[in-house]
């Protein structure tokens, strides 16, 4: 006997910095071409952060913009869990200073770090604590400044990140609604293949780590393409066998906007038209645990998913690592 609550997505935000960095302004950093740029990965331009602003910044941006759309108070919230790999600082965890800014007195908080995978994995953990009945409303936030940790000499990796936030609220949803299943993944074994090598306690800031670049991305560009198509498409028919449904049963598609040719593989494995898909890889880059949140919140405000739809989540990322999700929507009787 099932004794746990079914839990879903009852309000969506985001948050993107007003600064526009397109493949035209990379032309004259590195040696790349908006044509390159755009052919390999899909991206036109990417949004960047100003001077001064941090991480908990647009957290509490995207935070506040979901519990509005959720009709839900902040005093109301039980829990509030940030994933990210850009924190406003190694401790205290971003998500206490989102607490405190957004007046969420009597939540809980914590960073969860999964890499591009953290909502996905933010999003399940919160999840449980809501079906178990221990709390009745968690905040996920997926929020990256990744500006701030490119090498902004490597065309290979400064062409395709992002700064963004985006955010769900949790709570109970009728019986057969929410998410029905979710699937969560590791291969600690790629894990160098991308990394932020220093800034921890293998190697702390010296001034050598520092002049070596050390404390920026590293990425071994096609190891992650093969991982990634194949890990995406696995753990979608996963999740979506986890449900008891099949890749018939879905109407919309919200991958991680990692990389185009990683998301039509996806595609292509659940056998979607193009148009079942969320992009916006082409406006805002990789936004790593952003993404996903920021797409579905997108999806959400240009009606492309409605009640009772069947929407499946899907990422990869740092670690490394691969989750997916399988939600039936659930908009209110009127939605």
Not at 106 to 126: H, K, N, S, W
Not at 146 to 160: H, K
Not at 213 to 239: P, Y
Request: hydrophobic share 45%; glycine share 12%; with cysteine.
């Amino acid at each position: 006997m099932n004794m746990l609550r079914p839990v879903g997505i009852v309000g969506t935000g985001m948050y993107v910095p007003p600064k526009v960095v397109t493949n035209a302004d990379l032309e004259k950093l590195v040696d790349t071409s908006d044509e390159w740029i755009w052919t390999r990965t899909g991206i036109r331009e990417r949004r960047q952060v100003e001077p001064g602003m941090v991480t908990s910044d647009m957290c509490v941006e995207a935070g506040r913009q979901a519990l509005a759309n959720a009709g839900v108070a902040a005093e109301e919230v039980d829990l509030v869990i940030v994933a990210t790999v850009t924190p406003d600082m190694m401790f205290p965890a971003t998500a206490c200073i989102v607490q405190d800014r957004l007046g969420a007195s009597r939540a809980g908080a914590f960073d969860l770090e999964a890499g591009c995978t953290g909502f996905i994995y933010g999003m399940t953990v919160g999840q449980q604590f809501i079906a178990t009945g221990m709390y009745d409303t968690v905040l996920v936030i997926g929020a990256e400044i990744f500006s701030r940790i490119i090498n902004w000499t490597d065309r290979s990796t400064c062409v395709l990140f992002g700064d963004g936030a985006g955010a769900v609220v949790l709570r109970p949803v009728p019986e057969g609604y929410g998410i029905l299943s979710a699937v969560l993944g590791s291969d600690g074994s790629g894990g160098p293949s991308l990394c932020q090598p220093a800034g921890g306690v293998k190697l702390p800031a010296s001034a050598e780590t520092v002049a070596s670049n050390l404390h920026t991305i590293h990425m071994q560009g096609s190891d992650v393409f093969k991982f990634a198509v194949r890990a995406m498409g696995e753990a979608s028919v996963q999740a979506l066998e986890r449900a008891g449904l099949t890749k018939e049963d879905v109407d919309y598609l919200i991958p991680h906007q990692a990389n185009i040719r990683i998301m039509e593989a996806s595609l292509k494995r659940l056998e979607l038209p193009a148009e079942k898909m969320h992009v916006n890889l082409d406006r805002y880059g990789n936004v790593s645990s952003a993404s996903i949140p920021m797409a579905l919140h997108e999806a959400i405000q240009e009606g492309k998913v409605n009640n009772g739809d069947i929407v499946v989540l899907v990422a990869f990322g740092a670690g490394l690592t691969w989750g997916a999700s399988v939600v039936r929507w659930w908009m209110g009787p009127e939605g």
